[in-house]
DNA sequence: TCGGGGCATTGATCTAGATCAAGGCGATCT
DNA sequence: AGATCGCCTTGATCTAGATCAATGCCCCGA
């Protein structure tokens, strides 16, 4: 726990600059700053959400379990972004559980201060819807993924979709263990690997998390990546 | 096209109740109410929305279509409810391409128009992120069905989840041919079938499109329903 | 230095579900 | 009535991807 103002009144959140210094007051009295370290668990699916989370630093990612007890990973969400709004909003249980894969930091306002101050502030309803509408397109895109491509398609498109996030075009970065991407693509991790050794013959190359893109448009093609709609958002909502 | 008051003022839809009546003017100034014929296109995947859609009366259905040219129905959208608002208020093209299965009647609200009443109306702000949270999250449960479940669960849920949303706790009425349903669970309307004729052996009755379920405790256990996140969810945001 | 545990790859098999193919059953039209 | 067109079911295959199993690799700790 650190202090707020420190924290968030400089802007490290652009939305709390755009606020008026009385409402970000108001706010903030109800909130609170935490560190926490790589694998807390910050809720369980099924739990009523009593905070509204902000990621200021790091990053948290989204689990869904089923009853037998396996897991996968639906998203990551990296600072500056709320985490799952719809939950606070609706009031409604989490339909999934939130752990911490780094060392990072989070503002913490109790849902009902949040939910007040939503529906209060036209600025801070702005930015909500921004960060609802960005997520639910981000599902709708995998949804599409999961439903209309193949494994390896989804993992080819995956890898274009991240080396324009990263803004190259011929290189991507895993961002996490090809297990936790192969649950994200809604795959194996060993079909993940062979996925990824197949397309050696389309035109990349494999080295741990680096992933070398040789010709781009032949893999998209390939992998029916389509531009208008798996091209990653530009952020003009910011949180 | 009809008389905008006849249609909107009088509470078909309980938002446009609540504003005022000035701002509602201001809307309706920049709105249209169109009756579409069964089968109608209301956009194409890829298209930059101009309206903001709401459903009056009727329903549409929102289908994702890959490159290959294969289709698939993502979710339908039952009056009252506005149709994507992810797309509208992020002003970006498309993911789905929406039609209407039957005689429908939508408010058209120019996009700029609806932005600009958002950003300047609690009220309506606060429905929009409704719609918008109710949306997420059941894409949300959509991607959990997807990754976490198989088909026969997935099917076995689905009626189950019809049944509650039908508020008859022993029967379910498909809501559409079995061929689109299908294509919503992601299987072939051939495995969808077979899903249904093995569940026979788990407690349903399948007659048509009339689904009667002797023991709904049985049909959750094998399906592995959960009743804290396959729930519907209760319309607390009205729109 | 030697283990040991977690992740990744690779191979061998198995299977859920897709695909291909053939009727059947209503609808609607002539 | 008969014919045609959609949708649905059922059966026979086929295959993408899961599962099972063995091994390698790398990091970390004693």
Redesign the pocket.
């Known amino acids: 726990m650190h202090g707020l103002a420190d924290e968030v009144a400089p802007g490290a959140l652009p939305l709390f600059r755009a606020l008026s210094a009385s409402r970000r007051a108001d706010l903030l009295r109800n909130a609170v700053v935490h560190s926490v370290a790589s694998g807390t668990v910050l809720f369980e699916q099924g739990d009523v959400p009593t905070f509204q989370l902000i990621v200021l630093a790091g990053s948290a990612q989204l689990f869904g379990r089923s009853t037998e007890g396996r897991e996968v990973l639906i998203e990551a969400v990296r600072a500056p972004d709320l985490v799952i709004p719809a939950a606070v909003l609706t009031g409604a249980p989490y339909l999934m559980q939130a752990r911490v894969p780094e060392p990072s930091r989070f503002l913490l306002i109790h849902a009902a201060a949040f939910r007040a101050a939503v529906d209060a502030d036209p600025l801070l309803a702005h930015a909500v819807i921004g960060s609802l509408a960005q997520q639910f397109r981000r599902m709708v895109r995998q949804i599409k993924n999961l439903k209309l491509r193949?494994?390896?398609q989804r993992v080819g498109c995956y890898l274009l979709a991240l080396s324009q996030r990263q803004r190259n075009p011929d290189k991507a970065v895993l961002p996490f263990?090809?297990?936790?991407i192969?649950s994200e693509l809604?795959?194996?991790?060993?079909?993940?690997?062979?996925?990824?050794?197949s397309l050696s013959n389309s035109g990349i190359r494999?080295d741990?998390q680096i992933v070398v893109i040789h010709d781009a448009p032949r893999l998209a093609a390939e992998c029916g990546f389509d531009p208008v709609t798996d091209e990653p958002e530009t952020d003009d909502f910011v949180v």
């Not at 263990?177 to 936790?180: I, N, P, Q, S, V």
């Not at 809604?186 to 050794?197: K, M, V, Y």
């Open positions: 193949t494994a390896t263990e090809k297990m936790l192969a809604g795959i194996t991790r060993e079909s993940f690997s062979r996925a990824l050794s494999v741990g």
